[in-house]
Protein backbone atom coordinates (compact mmCIF):
# COMPACT_ATOMS: atom_id res chain seq x y z
CA UNK A 1 0.00 0.00 0.00
CA UNK A 2 2.94 2.24 0.86
CA UNK A 3 4.48 1.95 -2.55
CA UNK A 4 1.09 3.12 -3.86
CA UNK A 5 1.29 6.48 -2.25
CA UNK A 6 3.96 8.62 -4.09
CA UNK A 7 2.84 7.44 -7.69
CA UNK A 8 -0.41 8.24 -5.90
CA UNK A 9 0.51 12.02 -5.08
CA UNK A 10 2.69 12.92 -8.59
CA UNK A 11 -0.25 12.00 -10.29
CA UNK A 12 -2.88 13.92 -8.25
CA UNK A 13 -0.39 16.91 -8.41
CA UNK A 14 0.14 16.41 -12.18
CA UNK A 15 -3.56 16.04 -12.76
CA UNK A 16 -3.85 19.83 -10.76
CA UNK A 17 -1.72 21.12 -12.18
CA UNK A 18 -3.10 20.55 -15.66
CA UNK A 19 -6.90 21.86 -14.54
CA UNK A 20 -4.49 24.86 -12.94
CA UNK A 21 -2.99 25.79 -16.41
CA UNK A 22 -6.54 24.68 -17.99
CA UNK A 23 -8.29 27.42 -15.88
CA UNK A 24 -5.48 30.15 -16.46
CA UNK A 25 -5.68 29.91 -20.35
CA UNK A 26 -9.48 29.68 -20.33
CA UNK A 27 -10.01 32.86 -18.08
CA UNK A 28 -7.40 34.71 -20.05
CA UNK A 29 -9.32 34.54 -23.58
CA UNK A 30 -11.53 37.88 -22.91
CA UNK A 31 -9.00 39.69 -21.61
CA UNK A 32 -6.03 39.15 -23.89
CA UNK A 33 -8.51 39.39 -27.04
CA UNK A 34 -9.70 43.03 -26.48
CA UNK A 35 -6.03 43.76 -24.94
CA UNK A 36 -4.40 42.55 -27.92
CA UNK A 37 -6.57 44.02 -30.17
CA UNK A 38 -6.02 47.57 -28.84
CA UNK A 39 -2.08 46.87 -28.58
CA UNK A 40 -2.17 46.13 -32.62
CA UNK A 41 -4.40 49.09 -33.21
CA UNK A 42 -7.52 46.89 -33.93
CA UNK A 43 -10.08 49.27 -31.66
CA UNK A 44 -12.80 46.73 -31.47
CA UNK A 45 -16.70 47.35 -30.57
CA UNK A 46 -17.83 47.98 -27.01
CA UNK A 47 -19.17 44.53 -25.95
CA UNK A 48 -23.03 45.09 -24.86
CA UNK A 49 -23.14 49.00 -26.01
CA UNK A 50 -26.83 48.29 -25.91
CA UNK A 51 -27.31 46.69 -22.06
CA UNK A 52 -28.82 49.29 -20.51
CA UNK A 53 -27.75 49.45 -16.71
CA UNK A 54 -29.04 51.26 -13.81
CA UNK A 55 -27.91 54.59 -13.05
CA UNK A 56 -26.67 54.54 -9.39
CA UNK A 57 -29.36 56.83 -6.93
CA UNK A 58 -31.87 57.08 -9.37
CA UNK A 59 -34.53 54.56 -11.13
CA UNK A 60 -33.28 55.52 -14.84
CA UNK A 61 -30.99 53.04 -16.76
CA UNK A 62 -28.18 53.61 -19.22
CA UNK A 63 -26.18 51.70 -22.07
CA UNK A 64 -22.84 53.10 -23.80
CA UNK A 65 -24.86 53.43 -26.94
CA UNK A 66 -26.31 56.82 -25.20
CA UNK A 67 -23.19 58.17 -25.60
CA UNK A 68 -22.62 57.93 -28.80
CA UNK A 69 -20.55 60.53 -30.54
CA UNK A 70 -18.91 61.28 -27.42
CA UNK A 71 -15.23 59.83 -26.31
CA UNK A 72 -16.26 57.44 -23.16
CA UNK A 73 -14.02 57.09 -20.40
CA UNK A 74 -15.07 54.06 -19.11
CA UNK A 75 -14.11 53.17 -15.28
CA UNK A 76 -14.63 49.60 -13.55
CA UNK A 77 -14.44 50.03 -9.70
CA UNK A 78 -15.72 49.38 -6.37
CA UNK A 79 -16.03 51.49 -3.28
CA UNK A 80 -13.91 48.98 -1.24
CA UNK A 81 -10.81 49.19 -3.65
CA UNK A 82 -7.58 51.42 -2.25
CA UNK A 83 -6.27 51.84 -5.93
CA UNK A 84 -10.06 52.99 -7.33
CA UNK A 85 -10.19 55.58 -4.22
CA UNK A 86 -6.55 56.81 -5.33
CA UNK A 87 -7.59 57.45 -9.18
CA UNK A 88 -10.77 58.70 -8.23
CA UNK A 89 -10.14 62.45 -7.76
CA UNK A 90 -7.85 62.12 -11.08
CA UNK A 91 -11.43 61.25 -12.71
CA UNK A 92 -13.35 63.36 -10.62
CA UNK A 93 -11.26 66.48 -12.21
CA UNK A 94 -11.08 64.84 -15.61
CA UNK A 95 -14.85 64.74 -15.92
CA UNK A 96 -14.48 68.44 -15.83
CA UNK A 97 -12.43 68.97 -18.75
CA UNK A 98 -14.31 66.20 -21.13
CA UNK A 99 -17.44 67.53 -20.36
CA UNK A 100 -16.21 71.06 -22.83
CA UNK A 101 -14.98 68.40 -25.38
CA UNK A 102 -18.16 66.61 -25.89
CA UNK A 103 -16.50 63.65 -23.98
CA UNK A 104 -17.17 62.34 -20.35
CA UNK A 105 -16.56 59.72 -17.99
CA UNK A 106 -18.71 56.83 -17.32
CA UNK A 107 -18.16 54.68 -14.04
CA UNK A 108 -19.27 51.18 -13.66
CA UNK A 109 -20.07 49.45 -10.32
CA UNK A 110 -18.25 45.84 -10.19
CA UNK A 111 -18.93 43.41 -7.42
CA UNK A 112 -20.22 46.30 -4.96
CA UNK A 113 -23.57 47.23 -3.06
CA UNK A 114 -25.26 50.47 -3.76
CA UNK A 115 -25.09 52.25 -0.59
CA UNK A 116 -20.80 51.86 -0.66
CA UNK A 117 -21.07 53.19 -4.43
CA UNK A 118 -22.74 56.03 -3.19
CA UNK A 119 -20.35 57.03 -0.16
CA UNK A 120 -18.00 56.39 -2.66
CA UNK A 121 -19.53 58.83 -5.19
CA UNK A 122 -20.03 61.48 -2.54
CA UNK A 123 -16.65 61.54 -0.77
CA UNK A 124 -15.00 62.01 -4.22
CA UNK A 125 -17.40 64.19 -5.65
CA UNK A 126 -18.01 62.25 -8.63
CA UNK A 127 -20.07 63.94 -11.01
CA UNK A 128 -20.57 61.63 -14.21
CA UNK A 129 -22.71 58.88 -14.49
CA UNK A 130 -22.61 55.60 -12.30
CA UNK A 131 -23.72 52.95 -13.72
CA UNK A 132 -24.61 49.53 -11.70
CA UNK A 133 -23.73 45.97 -12.77
CA UNK A 134 -25.42 43.94 -11.09
CA UNK A 135 -24.41 40.61 -12.61
CA UNK A 136 -20.98 41.83 -13.55
CA UNK A 137 -21.63 40.20 -16.80
CA UNK A 138 -21.58 43.52 -18.95
CA UNK A 139 -17.85 43.95 -17.23
CA UNK A 140 -16.76 40.66 -17.58
CA UNK A 141 -17.71 41.25 -21.37
CA UNK A 142 -14.66 43.69 -21.14
CA UNK A 143 -12.27 40.75 -19.72
CA UNK A 144 -12.56 42.66 -16.73
CA UNK A 145 -11.67 40.61 -13.79
CA UNK A 146 -10.64 42.91 -10.97
CA UNK A 147 -10.50 46.70 -10.55
CA UNK A 148 -10.31 49.17 -11.52
CA UNK A 149 -9.79 48.86 -15.08
CA UNK A 150 -10.53 51.81 -17.68
CA UNK A 151 -11.39 51.64 -21.46
CA UNK A 152 -11.21 54.88 -23.59
CA UNK A 153 -14.60 54.19 -26.26
CA UNK A 154 -14.12 56.90 -29.28
CA UNK A 155 -16.79 58.57 -30.75
CA UNK A 156 -17.92 55.55 -33.13
CA UNK A 157 -17.78 53.26 -30.19
CA UNK A 158 -14.66 51.17 -30.79
CA UNK A 159 -12.45 50.59 -27.91
CA UNK A 160 -9.26 53.03 -28.33
CA UNK A 161 -7.21 52.11 -25.34
CA UNK A 162 -7.61 50.58 -21.97
CA UNK A 163 -5.46 50.57 -18.80
CA UNK A 164 -6.28 47.13 -16.64
CA UNK A 165 -4.53 49.09 -13.11
CA UNK A 166 -5.49 52.69 -12.16
CA UNK A 167 -4.79 55.45 -14.08
CA UNK A 168 -3.17 58.67 -13.74
CA UNK A 169 -3.30 62.14 -15.00
CA UNK A 170 -0.19 61.62 -16.92
CA UNK A 171 -1.91 58.52 -19.18
CA UNK A 172 -5.00 60.44 -19.07
CA UNK A 173 -3.73 63.41 -21.18
CA UNK A 174 -1.31 61.28 -23.22
CA UNK A 175 -4.22 58.54 -24.35
CA UNK A 176 -6.94 61.24 -24.36
CA UNK A 177 -5.37 63.83 -26.49
CA UNK A 178 -5.37 62.10 -29.64
CA UNK A 179 -8.51 60.31 -29.13
CA UNK A 180 -10.36 63.87 -28.56
CA UNK A 181 -9.25 65.72 -31.81
CA UNK A 182 -10.24 62.87 -33.65
CA UNK A 183 -14.05 63.57 -35.57
CA UNK A 184 -16.41 60.81 -36.05
Known sequence: MRRFVLPGLIV???VALLA???F???NQGDTSSIDDQVATGHFPVAPKAHVA???LGSSATKSLADFRGKVVVLNVFASWCDPCAYEAPVLAREQHLL???DATLVGVTYLDNSSGSEQFARR???TYPILRDVSGSFVRS???TGVPETFVINRVG????LQRFPVDQQWLTRTLTPILAEHS
Open 99 to 101: AKR
Open 124 to 126: YHI
Open 53 to 55: LPV
Open 24 to 26: GIS
Open 142 to 144: FGT
Open 12 to 14: VAA
Open 158 to 161: RIQA
Open 20 to 22: LLT
